[in-house]
């Protein structure tokens, strides 16, 4: 099992950059597949980016390729979400989630992570 906490979220202007980090707890962090999701006022939950267990394979929503970069640290059992170029259209509140040998096909569906962090807000102003 593993407990995440985002962090990193706040206020930005269109163009700028913010780095999200989500922390994990427990001793086998290296063993999750783990992806960004948001969701923005009224709408569902989207897929963002996801990593493998390996940190070998990401994946990225069309919205963001090119300007986020997930990455993971397992030496401090973090990952992270590199935000650059950011845009109104990107506000929402970030959560990070874990699937133990993840992710799985279904990489960009929400319910292939059984584990998620509480969301850290991010509002990019035009």
């Known amino acids: 099992q593993v407990q995440l906490v985002e962090s990193g979220g706040g206020l930005v202007q269109a163009g700028g950059s913010l780095r999200l980090s989500c922390a994990a707890s427990?001793?086998?962090?290296?063993?999750?597949?783990l992806g960004w999701f948001r969701q923005a006022p009224g709408k569902e939950r989207e897929f963002v980016a996801a990593l493998s267990w390996s940190g070998g394979t990401t994946y990225y929503a069309d919205s963001v390729k090119g300007r986020f970069t997930i990455s993971r640290d397992n030496a401090k059992n973090t990952v992270y979400l590199q935000m650059n170029s950011l845009k109104p259209e990107d506000t929402a509140v970030y959560y990070c989630?874990?699937?133990?040998?993840?992710?799985?096909?279904?990489?960009?569906?929400?319910?292939?992570?059984?584990?998620w962090g509480q969301g850290t807000q991010v509002t990019v102003s035009s």
């Open positions: 427990g001793r086998t962090f290296n063993r999750y597949g």
């Open positions: 989630a874990a699937d133990l040998w993840g992710p799985k096909r279904e990489y960009d569906a929400a319910p292939a992570y059984n584990y």
